[in-house]
């Protein structure tokens, strides 16, 4: 488009086209979103891509991709703190994310209040207390002030739990990322200390052999980039990386700020990485920023200890 991002992407069989992608961004340049149309045999025989579209969604903290949803599971990714390297990968069926949505105590009330099954409407100050009510019982602290309005109103608090219905806590696949100095991911492993998941890579990022018995969905490469399969290139933030020539398909959007050359990844990429898509940075330097980080943090918490132990004695 405009602003140099890719929007769609076709790849050409026998001159029919076999795989189209459109690509949809937030207003600051993330992307947001992905349609797929396969090609697949319709009803009258003929092969033509499908009517439906594959349709996935991306959601970000700050500049780190955090969400991946599609029409089946949901995959969320925590970091390491203040850096692009996964720590921890949660994937939830949609499923079970549906039974995890229960009514609230005052949703409850007000959909079954009416005996003709319309329902009700409370005034927002009987939602609100209605509300801190379900959290105390939920907590198994109910204050004496509720429980004089409870009797206030002939109800007791047995008789009101009755009617909350229960959490459930949806079924998750946890695993945890293992990736070498850089930030890139080399195995998942599960729960139960099992490598469910491992790929190796050259320098550049390129796949050169992967594991996957689980058919496990890990898009992460080097720092700040993700996967796209239909394209082959890696999303990074700012641009798209292509790990066969090593480079920027374009331009540097801050110009020459980012380095001489406009298209250049880290010409060391085994020690310099780019999670945005805009400069390089030195693996080396940018751990040595967080050890002194940590250690500032710890000589603040051992100043505060010692100046209270100071005050106490």
Not at 257 to 286: C, F, T
Request: aromatic share 10%; glycine share 8%; charged share 25%.
């Amino acid at each position: 488009d405009s602003q140099h991002r890719l929007v769609f992407h076709t790849r050409i069989q026998h001159g029919e086209p076999l795989v189209e992608s459109r690509y949809l961004y937030d207003p600051l340049s993330r992307r947001t979103g992905k349609r797929v149309w396969r090609r697949e045999r319709d009803l009258t025989g003929w092969m033509s891509l499908s009517r439906k579209p594959e349709v996935t969604w991306y959601g970000w903290d700050g500049d780190r991709l955090t969400t991946v949803q599609t029409d089946t599971t949901r995959i969320q990714t925590v970091y390491q703190p203040g850096s692009f390297a996964p720590l921890i990968r949660i994937e939830t069926d949609n499923g079970e994310r549906e039974k995890a949505q229960c009514r609230s105590l005052a949703e409850k009330l007000q959909q079954e209040g009416s005996e003709d099954g319309h329902g009700v409407v409370f005034p927002a100050e009987l939602v609100g207390l209605l509300d801190r009510l379900e959290g105390e019982i939920r907590a198994n602290c109910v204050s004496s002030e509720s429980r004089q309005w409870l009797a206030q109103c002939g109800l007791t608090v047995e008789r009101l739990a009755a009617q909350i219905e229960p959490v459930y806590l949806p079924e998750r696949k946890i695993h945890l990322y293992h990736c070498d100095h850089r930030g890139l991911p080399l195995a998942l492993i599960s729960e139960d200390g099992n490598t469910a998941w491992s790929e190796e890579y050259d320098e550049w990022g390129n796949q050169l052999n992967e594991e996957n018995p689980h058919h496990l969905h890990q898009p992460y490469r080097l720092p700040g980039q993700q996967y796209d399969k239909e394209s082959g290139l890696y999303y990074n933030r700012n641009r798209y990386y292509d790990p066969l020539q090593g480079r920027y398909i374009t331009q540097d959007p801050i110009g020459l700020e980012g380095g001489w050359s406009l298209y250049a990844y880290p010409l060391n990429p085994v020690n310099g990485i780019d999670p945005l898509g805009l400069s390089p940075a030195d693996v080396a330097l940018i751990r040595r920023k967080d050890q002194l980080n940590h250690q500032r943090a710890w000589d603040i918490l051992s100043d505060t200890y010692e100046e209270i132990k100071f005050r106490w004695d």
